[in-house]
């Protein structure tokens, strides 16, 4: 069996976790389960990094120890790794026993092999909040190049990693393994660094105590880096028994921030290549999530904390969000309208909107149970095709880290089954006995298109993947499936549906940025400008009230004519997640069962309304020519039903 080793940067203890934490941790959770969805034997590994001046200067303005803000932080990662459903094998502290044994190892068998280590002074600039030293050239009005942290000048003893001399080493390795540094871009970056020069790296620290101390020379600490870069190895028992370094070093993927990745691709192979230690294969750098414009940060006052989403969204919506808002390697910027949107269009219209409808459409028609499609699917008209191009899509966008493309082709298959189930019309079919095996092989596509569906979800959404699977009948949890191959036609027919609860319940985004107090109050909105026309409609209304409006997309399903009324039909009218019955004055340009099966605009929040003792709850679109009949809106195209017209 092939193994694959995964991990994430060991985070800070000065302060609680945040969404780019989350985010990253995330990411490795998918790469995690889709791997094992690929038959091989999963490590994934995270933690946190407990040493350094930053750590004992956060303790002291909060009158701990450095061990008891650690234990203390600590102990929200693991609640919030749980809430996330995180799936790691470790947790690996650098306070603990096994890691500093293999940083004294590493350090060890750097020494033994040569003379990369010696003792001398630094001089220059030192970023705290970095914990890393820049030079001269690198400093941007007294603060550092990568943050925007002030730096102080320093002057004390230290030893030095001769980093200098693996300059040429380095460079052969980038030009001989060009996937060693993921994306490209991030890869021409550390290439042109590392080629304009390197100098020696300061290994050590006497201006504060909190860290490993230095063999030999206990006035030294060691530099915090070089001490957390080995929680990679010591995490797998490196000054131990090595069996699991055996089984699992080189690391397949050291997943890091773009902020970061000089410290993994430059002075952590350095180090390694000093002690005859193999290399990892790959580094792979993410961006960074963005607000106001600006990287999010605790001194900005921009984060965004995990917990407080998980409590107003579920933890499989913020995954997704997560996953499919940013463009892998690239930055992306976050909004809560963002994140609603992703969830009331994505999930509860296009996916949760789909399950619902398949399922009523299988009880209405088959008592709950999936129809044996027989071989009456006629072919290259099933969905089939497009689940395989779903399936080839999300397994190679996942292992070129595309996960926003790769779940977009996920949900071309969604959207192909929604426009599946529209153009055959099962509600027709299910009118007319002659056509109950085309029924049978329609309804049994759909059915097996969420089946694929919810095993191509399970690595980013793995309850909502679970709870799919559970209302199609599915015992079975789909994280112990495989993804090694397409299968089409694994929902056997006969078993029998479990309907549920609405997988995705829609967020009503006024109420909640509302709550939040992040609608703009009147006062505070921009004037409107001064119409300057002399036939201006004193009836405008402008944008926010128009935004007042919900257009949604429904299909009739039924008409017929209002007794005693010459122009007012009868329409029901599917939403996706309802029916809607409305009265429209139409008649005397449509007959009713004319309008069976199209697609309208549908004025979804009116309120409810009786016209000759019949309720309407809703207002269809429709244009007025000169004689005053209407001609209804519609499209030239099908449309997911439910959707939002705007």
């Given at each position: 069996m092939?193994r694959?080793?995964?991990t994430?940067p060991?985070?800070?203890v000065n302060?609680a976790?945040?969404i780019?934490h989350a985010y990253?941790?995330?990411?490795a959770?998918?790469?995690?389960r889709?791997?094992?969805?690929?038959?091989?034997?999963?490590?994934?590994?995270?933690?946190?990094?407990?040493?350094g001046?930053?750590?004992?200067?956060?303790?002291a303005?909060?009158?701990?120890?450095?061990?008891a803000l650690a234990?203390?932080?600590?102990q929200?990662?693991?609640?919030?790794w749980?809430?996330?459903g995180m799936?790691?094998?470790?947790f690996i502290?650098?306070?603990e026993?096994?890691?500093?044994?293999?940083v004294?190892k590493?350090f060890?068998e750097?020494t033994?092999?040569?003379?990369?280590?010696y003792?001398?002074?630094?001089?220059?600039w030192?970023c705290k909040g970095?914990?890393?030293?820049?030079?001269e050239?690198?400093i941007?009005?007294?603060?550092c190049?990568?943050?925007?942290?002030p730096?102080?000048r320093?002057s004390?003893?230290?030893?030095?990693?001769?980093?200098?001399?693996y300059?040429?080493?380095?460079l052969?390795?980038?030009?001989?393994?060009?996937?060693?540094?993921?994306?490209?871009?991030?890869r021409n970056?550390?290439v042109?660094?590392?080629?304009?020069?390197?100098k020696?790296?300061?290994l050590?620290?006497?201006s504060?105590?909190?860290?490993?101390?230095?063999p030999g020379?206990?006035?030294h600490?060691f530099y915090?880096?070089?001490d957390?870069?080995?929680?990679?190895i010591?995490?797998?028992?490196?000054?131990?028994?090595?069996d699991?370094?055996?089984?699992?070093?080189?690391a397949?993927?050291?997943?890091?921030?773009?902020?970061i990745?000089?410290f993994h691709?430059?002075y952590?192979?350095a180090f390694l290549?000093a002690?005859?230690?193999?290399?990892?294969k790959?580094?792979v750098?993410?961006?960074?999530?963005?607000?106001?414009?600006?990287?999010?940060?605790?001194?900005?006052?921009?984060?965004?904390?995990?917990?407080s989403?998980?409590?107003?969204?579920?933890?499989?919506?913020?995954?997704?969000?997560?996953?499919?808002e940013?463009?892998?390697?690239q930055?992306a910027?976050?909004s809560?309208?963002?994140?609603?949107?992703?969830?009331?269009?994505?999930?509860?219209?296009?996916l949760?909107?789909?399950?619902?409808?398949?399922?009523k459409?299988?009880?209405?028609?088959?008592?709950g149970v999936?129809?044996?499609?027989?071989s009456h699917?006629?072919r290259?008209e099933?969905?089939?095709?497009?689940?395989?191009?779903?399936w080839?899509?999300?397994v190679?966008?996942?292992k070129?880290?595309d996960f926003?493309?790769?779940?977009?082709?996920?949900?071309?298959?969604?959207s192909?089954?929604?426009?599946?189930?529209?153009?055959k019309?099962?509600w027709?079919l299910?009118?007319d006995?002659?056509?109950?095996?085309?029924?049978?092989?329609?309804?049994?596509?759909a059915?097996?298109?969420?089946r694929?569906?919810?095993?191509?979800?399970?690595p980013?959404?793995?309850?909502a993947?679970?709870?799919?699977?559970?209302?199609?009948?599915?015992?079975?949890d789909?994280a112990?499936?495989?993804?090694t191959?397409?299968?089409w036609g694994?929902?056997a027919?006969?078993?029998?549906i479990?309907?549920?609860?609405?997988l995705?319940?829609?967020?009503?985004?006024k109420a909640?940025?509302?709550r939040?107090?992040?609608e703009?109050?009147?006062?505070?909105k921009?004037a409107?400008p001064?119409?300057?026309?002399?036939?201006?409609?004193?009836?405008s209304?402008?944008?926010?009230?128009f935004?007042?409006?919900?257009?949604r997309?429904?299909?009739?399903?039924?008409?017929?004519?209002?007794?005693?009324?010459?122009?007012?039909?009868?329409?029901?009218?599917?939403?996706?997640?309802?029916?809607?019955?409305?009265?429209?004055?139409i008649?005397?340009?449509y007959?009713?069962e004319?309008?069976?099966?199209?697609?309208?605009?549908?004025?979804a929040?009116?309120k409810?309304?009786?016209?000759?003792?019949?309720?309407?709850?809703?207002?269809?679109?429709?244009?007025?020519d000169?004689?005053?009949?209407?001609?209804?809106?519609?499209f030239?195209?099908?449309?997911?039903?439910g959707?939002t017209?705007?």
């Amino acid at each position: 069996m092939s193994r694959y080793y995964v991990t994430t940067p060991i985070y800070y203890v000065n302060d609680a976790p945040h969404i780019g934490h989350a985010y990253t941790t995330v990411v490795a959770d998918v790469l995690a389960r889709f791997h094992r969805l690929l038959g091989e034997e999963v490590y994934f590994l995270t933690g946190t990094d407990e040493h350094g001046q930053k750590i004992e200067d956060s303790a002291a303005a909060k009158g701990l120890t450095p061990i008891a803000l650690a234990d203390a932080v600590v102990q929200r990662y693991h609640a919030l790794w749980k809430r996330l459903g995180m799936t790691h094998n470790d947790f690996i502290r650098t306070t603990e026993d096994r890691h500093q044994r293999g940083v004294l190892k590493l350090f060890g068998e750097i020494t033994s092999r040569g003379d990369d280590i010696y003792k001398g002074r630094y001089e220059g600039w030192y970023c705290k909040g970095c914990e890393a030293f820049y030079p001269e050239s690198q400093i941007v009005e007294g603060k550092c190049p990568d943050q925007g942290h002030p730096v102080q000048r320093l002057s004390e003893e230290s030893y030095f990693f001769r980093l200098s001399r693996y300059q040429e080493p380095l460079l052969k390795h980038y030009a001989d393994n060009p996937s060693f540094i993921f994306p490209e871009t991030r890869r021409n970056e550390i290439v042109s660094f590392v080629s304009s020069g390197l100098k020696d790296l300061s290994l050590s620290r006497t201006s504060f105590r909190w860290g490993i101390p230095f063999p030999g020379d206990p006035q030294h600490i060691f530099y915090v880096w070089f001490d957390a870069l080995a929680n990679y190895i010591t995490a797998l028992e490196y000054a131990g028994s090595q069996d699991l370094y055996r089984q699992f070093w080189p690391a397949d993927v050291h997943l890091v921030g773009k902020d970061i990745l000089r410290f993994h691709a430059v002075y952590w192979p350095a180090f390694l290549m000093a002690a005859g230690v193999p290399l990892p294969k790959s580094v792979v750098a993410h961006g960074w999530w963005l607000r106001d414009a600006a990287k999010m940060s605790k001194s900005r006052g921009n984060v965004i904390e995990p917990n407080s989403l998980l409590d107003d969204f579920s933890v499989d919506a913020v995954r997704y969000f997560l996953m499919r808002e940013m463009a892998f390697g690239q930055d992306a910027s976050y909004s809560d309208e963002a994140l609603i949107e992703r969830c009331n269009s994505d999930l509860a219209n296009d996916l949760g909107n789909l399950v619902s409808r398949t399922l009523k459409l299988l009880e209405n028609s088959f008592g709950g149970v999936v129809p044996d499609p027989g071989s009456h699917s006629p072919r290259g008209e099933g969905l089939a095709p497009a689940a395989q191009a779903a399936w080839n899509g999300m397994v190679g966008g996942f292992k070129e880290y595309d996960f926003s493309g790769a779940l977009s082709r996920v949900w071309e298959l969604v959207s192909a089954t929604n426009k599946f189930i529209v153009e055959k019309e099962p509600w027709k079919l299910a009118a007319d006995p002659a056509r109950r095996d085309e029924l049978g092989w329609v309804l049994y596509d759909a059915a097996e298109a969420l089946r694929v569906t919810g095993l191509l979800i399970s690595p980013v959404m793995p309850r909502a993947a679970r709870a799919l699977w559970g209302q199609l009948g599915l015992q079975r949890d789909p994280a112990e499936e495989s993804l090694t191959e397409f299968e089409w036609g694994r929902l056997a027919p006969g078993t029998r549906i479990a309907k549920g609860e609405s997988l995705f319940p829609r967020i009503d985004k006024k109420a909640y940025l509302a709550r939040l107090g992040t609608e703009t109050p009147e006062a505070a909105k921009p004037a409107a400008p001064i119409a300057r026309e002399t036939n201006v409609d004193e009836a405008s209304i402008d944008i926010e009230e128009f935004r007042k409006i919900r257009l949604r997309v429904g299909k009739v399903t039924a008409a017929e004519k209002v007794e005693g009324a010459k122009k007012l039909l009868k329409l029901q009218v599917d939403l996706g997640d309802e029916v809607r019955q409305i009265i429209s004055g139409i008649a005397d340009k449509y007959a009713p069962e004319a309008l069976v099966g199209k697609q309208i605009v549908l004025v979804a929040n009116l309120k409810p309304a009786t016209i000759r003792g019949v309720e309407s709850r809703g207002m269809l679109l429709a244009a007025e020519d000169a004689e005053g009949r209407a001609t209804i809106v519609t499209f030239d195209e099908a449309v997911t039903v439910g959707a939002t017209v705007r």
